[in-house]
T-cell receptor, first 111, second 112 residues
Framework: GQNIDQPTEMTATEGAIVQINCTYQTSGFNGLFWYQQHAGEAPTFLSYNVLDGLEEKGRFSSFLSRSKGYSYLLLKELQMKDSASYLCAPRGNQAGTALIFGKGTTLSVSS | DARVTQTPRHKVTEMGQEVTMRCQPILGHNTVFWYRQTMMQGLELLAYFRNRAPLDDSGMPKDRFSAEMPDATLATLKIQPSEPRDSAVYFC??????????FGQGTRLTVV
């Protein structure tokens, strides 16, 4: 089975930094994905972590601790367009196992 | 540019009617997923295929839902008969083994 936990909602202001946490329990583990979904649109891929540590990609970074079953997405220099839902999706250890998504964190960025 | 294409984008139908949703995966992708999204449940996996063969459809209500891949360029999700509780956005996604999945724009289904 799989259990994924994220905060339901977060708020922040433009220019700030926000960290969205995700804890998970999976049957095996083969990497963790973060997706962004704007209201009324499809989810889009943000990042993938398979090894422990921080992966940086522009204003967005993602961290993984496999031993703790924990990941976070760090968003810097927030912009209004970052208002969206952020979905955490760990993958099981069978090759090609489908992504199972958490319910997502809705981030609201205000000016 | 390469993208996953879903049709129709919107569908309103009466309870009891058959609904068919179609998906054209990105050319060359060998894995296709069907997800359903609602406010209450979030994004739920219904079924997925590898090289057109079904790998897992345990998330799908078997009595009314069916998913197929008649060929590598077409995946279908059928609901028969449809019920109001099936109202949701249905997403198709495609990818390669162990890579990210690329999502289509979804089909917003309303069953009245």
């Amino acid at each position: 089975g799989q259990n994924i936990d994220q905060p339901t909602e977060m708020t922040a202001t433009e220019g700030a930094i926000v960290q969205i946490n995700c804890t998970y329990q999976t049957s095996g583990f083969n990497g963790l994905f973060w997706y962004q979904q704007h209201a009324g649109e499809a989810p889009t891929f943000l990042s993938y972590n398979v090894l422990d540590g921080l992966e940086e990609k522009g204003r967005f970074s993602s961290f993984l601790s496999r031993s703790k079953g924990y990941s976070y997405l760090l968003l810097k220099e927030l912009q209004m367009k970052d208002s969206a839902s952020y979905l955490c999706a760990p993958r099981g250890n069978q090759a090609g196992t489908a992504l199972i998504f958490g319910k997502g964190t809705t981030l609201s960025v205000s000016s | 540019d390469a993208r996953v294409t879903q049709t129709p984008r919107h569908k309103v139908t009466e309870m009891g009617q058959e609904v068919t949703m179609r998906c054209q995966p990105i050319l060359g992708h060998n894995t296709v997923f069907w997800y359903r999204q609602t406010m209450m449940q979030g994004l739920e996996l219904l079924a997925y295929f590898r090289n057109r063969a079904p790998l897992d459809d345990s998330g799908m209500p078997k009595d009314r839902f069916s998913a197929e891949m008649p060929d590598a360029t077409l995946a279908t999700l059928k609901i028969q008969p449809s019920e109001p509780r099936d109202s949701a956005v249905y997403f198709c996604a495609s990818g390669l083994v162990n890579t990210e999945a690329f999502f289509g724009q979804g089909t917003r289904l309303t069953v009245v």
